[in-house]
C-alpha cells in the first residue's frame, strides 16, 4: 500500500510559481508511474502531467504544457510539480498518484491506482 503527501500549495498572484511536492512511503516508488491531477468544486478531476518511473517519458495536458514541468527523485521517493505562469484558471486542488501500470502514460485517472490528499493552489488574478 502506498501513501502519497502532497505540499507545496499556497495563495499566489497571476504569473508567479510554485512547486508542488509529493511525498511517497509504503511501497517501491521507483516502480511506479507518477502523475498529478487536479479538481475544482462541480468538475471531473483533470490530469495535468504525468512521468515514468524513470523519468524519461512524460506526458502533459495541453492546458499546461510549457508551464508546468514534473519531476521525479527516487532516491527521496518524491515527484514534483513546478508550476511557472500561473494562471487563475490553474486554480484547483492537485493531487498526485502513483500507476502500477507504468506503460504507457495515461491522462485517465482510472488508471491510477494510488493517490493523495491533495494540495490547493489559489491562483489570484
Known amino acids: 500500500q502506498v501513501q502519497l503527501v502532497e505540499s507545496g500549495g499556497g495563495l499566489v498572484q497571476a504569473g508567479d510559481s510554485l512547486r508542488l511536492s509529493c511525498a511517497a512511503s509504503?511501497?517501491?516508488?521507483?516502480?511506479?508511474?507518477m502523475g498529478w491531477f487536479r479538481q475544482v468544486p462541480g468538475k471531473e478531476r483533470e490530469f495535468a502531467a504525468a512521468?515514468?518511473?524513470?523519468?524519461?517519458?512524460?506526458l502533459y495536458a495541453d492546458s499546461v504544457k510549457g508551464r508546468f514541468t514534473i519531476s521525479r527523485d527516487n532516491a527521496k521517493n518524491t515527484v514534483y510539480l513546478q508550476l511557472n505562469s500561473l494562471k487563475p484558471e490553474d486554480t484547483a486542488v492537485y493531487y498526485c498518484?502513483?500507476?502500477?501500470?507504468?506503460?504507457?502514460?495515461?491522462?485517465?485517472?482510472?488508471?491510477?491506482?494510488?493517490w493523495g490528499q491533495g494540495t490547493q493552489v489559489t491562483v489570484s488574478s
Open positions: 498518484a502513483a500507476a502500477l501500470r507504468t506503460w504507457p502514460l495515461s491522462p485517465r485517472s482510472r488508471s491510477y491506482d494510488y
Open positions: 509504503g511501497g517501491t516508488f521507483s516502480s511506479y508511474a
Open positions: 512521468m515514468t518511473w524513470s523519468g524519461g517519458a512524460t
